[in-house]
């Protein structure tokens, strides 16, 4: 039987992470949000983290503006992000951990362990109509809690299957991502998965049939600056020449 399609929501993220990196005004993530839905993408998702080290809430409030397909915030369990998500109203809201320091969000969201503060949230978001969503690890206590807490969705993190370093420990993270998936459809939760996806390990994840969507940033972003770094390079040599002739 076939499958049932799997939507690409694609994280601009680190756009903004190489405009930051020198406090410049581009690439603008907005750009490249219109340009990855040229592309086929069906979901525009960014992080605004607490820090503000890539994605700005001037870029959060223009990507509502601008975007043509759902937009997906993931955002901290915290009162700063509970109000900015219900003034700007993203479609979706993704509840992630996020620790000061951390390089990139490093697990999934412990319901279990903050059910009140999280069932509290998702209220709150889904009062303003906002679609409540949470990233958790691929565990069955967190899929229960996430019941529990009123999320429509949950997000399997695919982080420890993508950083596995044997082949035997792959397959032992996918078993885990594809029991989760299940089970929490079951639940009657809609399904996304990511972190850490790329263009090698991205198909026995996305030939999961409970998960209905990927959200996969870095890869793509890595990936678009290679594939634009000749024609990059060509105009500007072609600039030079130019004012010589
Ligand atoms: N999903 C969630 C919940 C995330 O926190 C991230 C990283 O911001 C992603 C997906 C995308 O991960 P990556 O950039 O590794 O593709």
Same mark, same amino acid.
């Given at each position: 039987m076939p499958l049932t399609p799997c939507r690409l929501g694609v994280n601009v993220d680190h756009v903004a992470t190489l405009r930051q990196a020198?406090?410049?005004?581009? !690439? #603008?993530p907005v750009t490249a949000a219109s340009l990855a839905e040229l592309g086929g993408a069906e979901q525009i998702t960014v992080h605004l983290r607490l820090d503000r080290r890539h994605i700005s809430d001037r870029d959060l409030q223009i990507l509502r503006q601008t975007v043509q397909t759902p937009l997906n915030l993931e955002m901290a369990v915290e009162e700063e992000m509970l109000r900015i998500a219900t003034e700007v109203r993203p479609d979706t809201a993704t509840l992630v951990p996020e620790r000061p @320091? &951390?390089?990139?969000? &490093? @697990? @999934?969201? #412990?319901v279990v362990a903050a059910e009140a503060r999280v069932r509290e949230a998702v209220s709150r978001l889904a009062e303003a109509g906002i679609f409540p969503s949470i990233f958790i690890d691929a565990d069955p206590a967190q899929i229960e809690a996430a019941v529990r807490a009123g999320a429509r969705q949950v997000e399997i993190h695919t982080g420890p299957y993508s950083s596995a370093r044997s082949e035997e420990e792959r397959q032992a993270h996918l078993a885990r991502i594809r029991e989760a998936a299940r089970l929490a459809r079951q639940a009657g939760l809609r399904v996304a998965g990511g972190h850490g996806l790329n263009y090698v390990n991205v198909i026995p994840v996305a030939s999961? !049939? &409970?998960? &209905?969507e990927l959200n996969i940033g870095h890869a793509i972003v890595a990936r678009a600056v290679l594939v634009g770094m000749e024609r990059a390079v060509r105009e500007m040599v072609d600039l030079i020449a130019r004012a010589r002739a």
């Amino acid at each position: 039987m076939p499958l049932t399609p799997c939507r690409l929501g694609v994280n601009v993220d680190h756009v903004a992470t190489l405009r930051q990196a020198r406090r410049a005004v581009y !690439p #603008d993530p907005v750009t490249a949000a219109s340009l990855a839905e040229l592309g086929g993408a069906e979901q525009i998702t960014v992080h605004l983290r607490l820090d503000r080290r890539h994605i700005s809430d001037r870029d959060l409030q223009i990507l509502r503006q601008t975007v043509q397909t759902p937009l997906n915030l993931e955002m901290a369990v915290e009162e700063e992000m509970l109000r900015i998500a219900t003034e700007v109203r993203p479609d979706t809201a993704t509840l992630v951990p996020e620790r000061p @320091g &951390e390089v990139t969000t &490093e @697990g @999934g969201l #412990d319901v279990v362990a903050a059910e009140a503060r999280v069932r509290e949230a998702v209220s709150r978001l889904a009062e303003a109509g906002i679609f409540p969503s949470i990233f958790i690890d691929a565990d069955p206590a967190q899929i229960e809690a996430a019941v529990r807490a009123g999320a429509r969705q949950v997000e399997i993190h695919t982080g420890p299957y993508s950083s596995a370093r044997s082949e035997e420990e792959r397959q032992a993270h996918l078993a885990r991502i594809r029991e989760a998936a299940r089970l929490a459809r079951q639940a009657g939760l809609r399904v996304a998965g990511g972190h850490g996806l790329n263009y090698v390990n991205v198909i026995p994840v996305a030939s999961t !049939p &409970e998960i &209905e969507e990927l959200n996969i940033g870095h890869a793509i972003v890595a990936r678009a600056v290679l594939v634009g770094m000749e024609r990059a390079v060509r105009e500007m040599v072609d600039l030079i020449a130019r004012a010589r002739a």
